[in-house]
Every structure is written in structure tokens, then in C-alpha cells.
């Protein structure tokens, strides 16, 4: 993977602040974007801007080739059929999506609903608020001092009651790679029609995601992550189950037919794509599934899994420096999260901004998370294609100089 | 590092009027949710009807620490009306620091804290 020549497709990193290039190390909050992609939205609006469906003429049936190719390829990215991607505006509208409609449909009084401690909110909060208005248990799985999922907490997590389990693939704070295919057989074994849905939005841009070999019902992510557009998502539910869910959302394209009296909604995916879709956002992911696959999603892990342990290495040899996420690179995602003994993370976002390191430092849509753990806000440096050993570097050195000033 | 003036990184090291009184007339806690964090005020009210004490608890940043660091001092032996009366911009004459939009909120933080807690005083 030459990693200079990928930074020369990103025009931002040619940006320049005081002087001063950008270390860009908050992927996990966006990615930046490709020349590819931003290319690909400006040709709908340079050379086909129309409507998708319906338009008989020739701008918009390129529209709807491109707006629909792109749904192949997003599928094709991670083993699924078309007919299964909905689009969306972005993972957390995914999750809620699934919560609005599957909760009334399995979730019955004194049932049961499993989340993890570190989700992010998007996966947590719509399950708090909804389950409960059915009768509905929450159930919280526990993260162990090695932060991973505890594993032995499974078998008094799920039974009968359970009804769904939904988790992230990867911590968007602690980097921690979930087990998601062995958990999901364990799962299905002791409740056969448990669901399992699953937060990709810090895995489908990072590894490869394969959600037939994985065995799971639902998958959501966030093109803005993946070096696609903010403002297009993605839901992939398996089709025995999209079939039976109803509409989330009503309105145009949605239906196949309306009369006064009822209305036919329209074959899947539509039926759940209510209006004019962003048509530009969905071409921009696409362009952007191209790039990663161009680069090869095993390689794309590969790096981060380098960086990573560069990092962890560094960074643990610091003194005053305290890590949260697993020590082992090979199930540690490309975040980082850590503290500074006595420094408050919000001091050392804005001193690292001096150089123009970009990190990112708060809760990370992960209160509970953080309670848990015990501290109060966390900084997090995250990595992806673009990022090379001498950005660590340069984060560290940053690292030094916060200490020096508040030492 | 401009932001971080000599005198706020003192006030942040060495804050003044931090900790708890043992029978406050008033108290509130607020959270700054963006970047985690969490402030506490307590304050007593002398007979004179003025601030007879005045503390701050909690995790902050440097701004927000320096910030309930500086205003307590400020306003011990002030009346409740001229503590609702304090602005923002009595804030930042008080640190005198180039604010970037995120840091306003860590300064302001406290007294918004600050005014609740006299609010909550019978």
C-alpha cells in the first residue's frame, strides 16, 4: 500500500494551516475525501443533474444507472443483494430505521433486548427509548479490564426472552474488535430467533465486512466514514426479515400504488427510501467503495493494524500517558483513546491544534462508556488510509510538548 | 500558546475557593456534555445579605477551571443581585484570552453554575 500516493488523492491534505501541514487523526469522527469521490458528485451536478425513476430521457435514466449502480457496489462490498441496501442518511438513522420498525414486530411484554456498554449513543438510545414503550426489557453487556466484551457474561445475557441483540463490530472509542461472528453463532445457539444487528460504522470502513459469513440479520453504516459524503448511510437487513418489516417512512417512491381508501407500497428496497433520495451522496459512496476496493479492504486493515501498534508501543513507554482499549493490534481497530495524567483532554486537543494535529476529545457519543470506565472525557487519535508512522510521530512529540506546558 | 496566559495555567494548577462548604444556602452542578465537563458551585450568604463563601468542584479544562477559579474570587462578598447581574463579557475580561467558539462555553460554564446556585439560595 503506497501510502504517499494515496495522500495525493486527497486535496485537503494539501491544505496548509499557518504555515503548517494537517495531521489529520480523526477519521473515526469523518474521513477525508478522495479526489475520486468529490469527482463523482460533481459529474451529477456537472453533466446529469435529474431525478432518479420514471424520467424518460436520458439524464435521468443515467441518474438512476448511477444512483442504482451505486447500491450494487455498496452491496457487492459486503456480500449482500441490492435488493437489501437501503439508503439512508447516515448510521444512526439506519439503527433507528431498524429500532422503529422491528421492536413493535418481536418485542413483546417482559421481553428482553440486548445492547453493549460501548456503544455508541446512536446504538444505545434508540433502544432505552423504544423498548420499553412495548413491555420491553434493556439489557447491558459489560466490557471486562481488558476492555473487551465479557464473554462470559453471554449465557446470562441472552434466553428465551431475547428478542434482539444489537452491537458494535468495533468500539468507536476503545478500537476494540468484537467478535461479532463467533458472539452471533453462540447467540442464534441458546435463542434460535433472536435477531442480531450490528453498529458497522467503525468496521465497514476499516476491514473486510462479509455479512453472509458473519450470520447476522442487520448491518448500518455512515458513508461520511468511509471516505464517501456526509448525509448518506446504509442499512443492510437480510431479506427474510426486510420482507416482513413495514414502512419507516411514507411518501413518494415509496409505493407502487395509491388510492383514497389504501395504498400498495413499492418492492424492495424502495419501499423504504420515502422521496428523492441523495441521489449525489449515494454516486459519492459509491466512488468511495471503488477507491477502497481499488486499495483492497485487507490492506486497508493491514495498515491500521501497523499504525496501531506503532502507536500502542509509543505510547505506552510515555509516562503520565493512561490507554483504554486492548494492548493486542489484532483486535484493536485503528483508534486510540487516552488521557494525560492531570491535563484535561480539552487542553490537549487545543494545544495539539497549535500544530495542526486534529484529535478529537470528549465522550464520543459513548457516555455510558465512559461512566463505566470511570473517567470523566477521553482523547482519541484515529487512523486510516492516509495516516503514516510519522503522523504518530508527530502526535507524540504534541504529546510531550501538552505535558511540558502543564507540567 | 497564547490561550494559555501564565495566570490561567496558575488558577488551573492552583485553583482558588475549590472544594465544598459544609452548609451552602445555595448549590448547582452542571455538565458541558461536548467535552466532558462537570461543575459544581456552592455558595453562603454572610447576614450582610453578601457572599460569605463560595466554592467550586468538579472536572474541567484549564479554561473552565481557571474561569470558576477567577469568578469566585470575583464575587466573595458580592450581593446575589450583583452576581445575576454579571455577564459573559465580565468573563472573558476576567481571563483575557483569545476564545476560539468551542473554549467560549468552557468559560462560560461556570457562571452559569454560579448563577443557578444563588438562584437556588432561600
Same mark, same amino acid.
Given at each position: 500500500m503506497d501510502v504517499q500516493k494515496i495522500q *495525493?488523492?486527497? /486535496?485537503?491534505?494539501k491544505r496548509q494551516i499557518n504555515g503548517k501541514p494537517i495531521i489529520y487523526l480523526d477519521s473515526t469522527a469523518t474521513s477525508l475525501k478522495p479526489g475520486a469521490v468529490i469527482e463523482a458528485i460533481n459529474g451529477y451536478y456537472n453533466f446529469y443533474t435529474a431525478n432518479v425513476?420514471?424520467? +424518460?430521457y436520458t439524464m435521468s435514466e443515467e441518474a438512476t444507472a448511477a444512483y442504482e449502480g451505486a447500491r450494487a457496489k455498496v452491496a457487492s462490498f459486503i456480500h449482500?443483494?441490492?435488493?437489501e441496501i437501503i439508503f439512508t442518511k447516515n448510521a444512526s438513522e439506519s439503527l433507528n430505521l431498524l429500532a422503529y420498525t422491528v421492536i413493535p414486530m418481536v418485542v413483546k411484554k417482559n421481553d428482553t433486548v440486548v445492547t453493549t456498554i460501548m456503544e455508541h449513543h446512536s446504538n444505545f438510545v434508540p433502544w432505552q427509548q423504544l423498548v420499553p414503550k412495548y413491555g420491553g426489557k434493556m439489557r447491558v453487556w459489560d466490557i471486562t479490564k481488558d476492555f473487551v466484551?465479557?464473554? *462470559? *457474561?453471554l449465557s446470562s445475557l441472552?434466553?428465551?426472552?431475547?428478542k434482539i441483540v444489537t452491537l458494535t463490530a468495533?468500539?468507536?472509542?476503545?478500537?476494540t474488535i468484537v467478535p461479532v461472528k463467533k458472539l452471533t453463532a453462540q447467540i442464534k445457539k441458546i435463542a434460535p430467533q433472536c435477531l442480531v444487528f450490528v453498529d458497522g460504522a467503525q468496521a465497514v470502513p476499516h476491514m473486510p465486512v462479509d455479512v453472509m459469513d458473519l450470520g447476522v440479520d442487520a448491518l448500518a453504516f455512515s458513508g461520511h466514514k468511509m471516505l464517501g459524503p456526509t448525509g448518506i448511510g446504509v442499512l443492510w437487513v437480510k431479506k427474510q426479515i426486510l420482507e416482513t418489516m413495514p414502512p419507516f417512512l411514507f411518501g413518494g417512491?415509496? +409505493?407502487s400504488e395509491v388510492h383514497v381508501e389504501e395504498t400498495k407500497f413499492n418492492a424492495l428496497p424502495h *419501499?423504504?427510501?420515502?422521496?428523492? /433520495?441523495y441521489i449525489e451522496g449515494a454516486i459519492g459512496l459509491g466512488a468511495a467503495v471503488s477507491y477502497l476496493e481499488h486499495i483492497g479492504m485487507d490492506a486497508v486493515r493491514n495498515h491500521e493494524k501497523e499504525l496501531v501498534m506503532y502507536a500502542l508501543g509509543k505510547l505506552s513507554s510515555m509516562s503520565g500517558v493512561t490507554i483504554y482499549g486492548p494492548p493486542d493490534p489484532e483486535i484493536h481497530g485503528g483508534v486510540i483513546a487516552f488521557r494525560l495524567d492531570g491535563i484535561h483532554p480539552h487542553d490537549v486537543a487545543q494545544v495539539l491544534d497549535e500544530e495542526n494535529i486534529c484529535i478529537r476529545v470528549g465522550y464520543h457519543c459513548a457516555m455510558p462508556l465512559h461512566e463505566a470506565l470511570g473517567v470523566g472525557a477521553t482523547c482519541r487519535a484515529s487512523f486510516y488510509v492516509y495516516n503514516t508512522k510519522s503522523d504518530v510521530d508527530a502526535l507524540i512529540l504534541g504529546i510531550k510538548k501538552v505535558q511540558k506546558l502543564f507540567g | 500558546m497564547d490561550i494559555y496566559r501564565e495566570i490561567i495555567l496558575e488558577h488551573y494548577k492552583h485553583p482558588h475557593n475549590f472544594g465544598h462548604i459544609s452548609h451552602p444556602n445555595g448549590s448547582h452542578t452542571l455538565y458541558n456534555s461536548a467535552c466532558g465537563d462537570k461543575i459544581t458551585m456552592e455558595i453562603a450568604i454572610g447576614k450582610n445579605g453578601c457572599v460569605s463563601d463560595v466554592r467550586f468542584s468538579g472536572e474541567g479544562c484549564a479554561i473552565s477551571q481557571a474561569s470558576a477559579s477567577m469568578l469566585t474570587d470575583l464575587v466573595l462578598g458580592k450581593t446575589k443581585e450583583e452576581i445575576m447581574k454579571l455577564t459573559s463579557e465580565d468573563v472573558f475580561s476576567l481571563l483575557q484570552t483569545e476564545l476560539t467558539a468551542s473554549r467560549v462555553k468552557c468559560a462560560l460554564l461556570p457562571l452559569e453554575v454560579l448563577q443557578k446556585a444563588v438562584q437556588s439560595t432561600v
Open positions: *495525493k488523492d486527497f /486535496p485537503v491534505l425513476f420514471r424520467g +424518460i449482500a443483494s441490492p435488493s466484551l465479557d464473554e *462470559k *457474561k441472552v434466553d428465551s426472552t431475547t468495533v468500539s468507536n472509542v476503545l478500537g417512491d415509496m +409505493i *419501499k423504504f427510501e420515502a422521496g428523492t /433520495p | -
